[in-house]
């Protein structure tokens, strides 16, 4: 039997730069979250420093500048990142997730070398996918992409789009036939530059938490874009990109939900060991500890799954069923945690001076966007009902 290498970086190298990574995580990430909420933005020289780092190229092949990391190296280091405030993972990681995903799965060479180059230059990318009148529907969507000589014409409005504000580069889903066509490929990607003429981005939304990161809508009117844009070059490509995208997506957003709730869990312990009640420190009720071990038991287990999900991911079989099953338990398992480090601060947890609370503002979304646990739900089932039927 042949050896195959081990994808991604070689393992003593990631190790040493996840090592690295931590420490800016807690020494200039965790400090700087205070002025990135107030700001309600990335601080740019911390952005910089993210570019700098390589941040934004983990996932691209080292051909085009990036690191290359493998899916377990990638998400292990998305986990690290999600220590710190949202802000910082969100602003990058749509360019290391689902951008570049669409890209190496489905772009041309020349897309993949233009495109993916300047990801990993820093360039801020978007995902334009959820529409307002289509969100879990995603292949309804109305926006339409129409043949024009060389040249289609986009018509349409994403909604809720990450990073729509600080984009340069989107990945734009749109109809290249009116009506719905078999497996949805009625849907097209393009390539789009931001600043290309009839693209309107509309003020950032206000939002329940995940501060410093923002959303918003991008309009477009007859926005004219060479027939190069279309992602692959081929028509009817756009809802398989979109979901391989969110494959990856959705581990990312396990793994963010996994760091947020570890954070959550060292406030709890934190307080617990300060905080004095009935004269002694809390932590020594066995009703504080329960809350605590329950919390930490169901970490373990998503630590687990992300492990798994990524193991898999690393061979290169499509991972749809472990990614939506580990991203709906460690989002609903967060929003648990989160719910319980409020509840283990009593009064406290309800005011804004306690981390405890924006932990709590800030996890919710994560049950939320790149599927609902309802999505999850079908895609996990719908993955079943293929294994049973032995496709
Ligand atoms: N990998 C590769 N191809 C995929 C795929 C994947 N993960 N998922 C779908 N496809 C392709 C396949 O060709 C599939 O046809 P087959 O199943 O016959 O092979 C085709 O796309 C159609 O897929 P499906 O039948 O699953 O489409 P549905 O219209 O039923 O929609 C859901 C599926 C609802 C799961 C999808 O619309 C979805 O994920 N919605 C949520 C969108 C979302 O997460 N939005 C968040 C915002 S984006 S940041």
Not at 127 to 138: C, K, N, V, Y
Not at 263 to 271: I, K, M, Q, S
Request: hydrophobic share 40%; net charge negative.
């Amino acid at each position: 039997m042949s050896e195959t290498a081990a994808p991604g970086m070689d393992q003593d190298v990631f190790e040493a730069f996840l090592d690295q990574l931590t420490r800016y995580v807690n020494e200039r990430l965790v400090p700087a979250e205070e002025d990135t909420i107030e700001h309600d933005r990335v601080p740019p020289e911390i952005l910089a420093e993210m570019r700098d780092m390589g941040l934004f190229g983990l996932t691209t092949p080292e051909e085009f500048g990036g690191s290359d990391l493998s899916a377990s190296q990638y998400i292990a280091t998305i986990r690290v990142l999600s220590r710190a405030a949202p802000a910082f993972r969100s602003i990058m990681s749509i360019n290391t997730g689902m951008f570049t995903t669409a890209l190496k799965k489905g772009g041309t060479r020349e897309q993949q070398a233009e495109w993916l180059g300047r990801s990993v230059a820093g360039e801020i990318a978007c995902f334009g996918l959820t529409e307002p009148d289509s969100g879990s529907d995603a292949a309804a969507m109305k926006t339409r992409a129409v043949r024009d000589g060389d040249d289609y014409i986009l018509n349409g409005t994403k909604r809720y789009i990450t990073n729509a504000p600080q984009a340069s580069m989107a990945l734009i889903m749109a109809r290249t036939h009116a009506e719905p066509l078999p497996r949805n490929q009625h849907v097209s990607a393009f390539l789009v530059n931001m600043d290309t003429p009839g693209i309107t981005v509309g003020s950032a939304d206000k939002k329940m938490g995940q501060k410093g990161s923002q959303i918003a809508d991008i309009i477009m009117e007859d926005v004219r874009v060479p027939a190069s844009a279309l992602l692959g070059g081929e028509e009817g490509k756009g809802f398989t990109a979109a979901m391989q995208a969110l494959d990856s997506g959705r581990l990312s957003v396990g793994a963010a939900s996994l760091g947020l709730a570890e954070r959550a869990l060292e406030t709890g312990l934190r307080y617990a060991h300060e905080r004095k009640a009935f004269g002694q420190e809390i932590i020594n009720f066995q009703l504080i500890q329960a809350m605590l071990a329950d919390s930490k038991a169901e970490v373990y287990a998503a630590e687990c799954m992300m492990k798994d999900a990524c193991a898999k991911a690393d061979t290169g079989v499509r991972i749809s069923l472990e990614a939506s099953a580990f991203k709906m338990f460690a989002s609903e398992m967060c929003g648990r945690v989160v719910d319980r480090m409020v509840q283990l601060h009593g009064g406290a947890g309800y005011l804004a001076e306690y981390e405890a609370e924006r932990l709590f503002r800030d996890a919710r979304i994560y049950r939320i966007y790149e599927g609902t646990t309802q999505i999850q739900q079908l895609v996990i089932a719908k993955q079943m009902m293929r294994q049973y039927a032995g496709l």
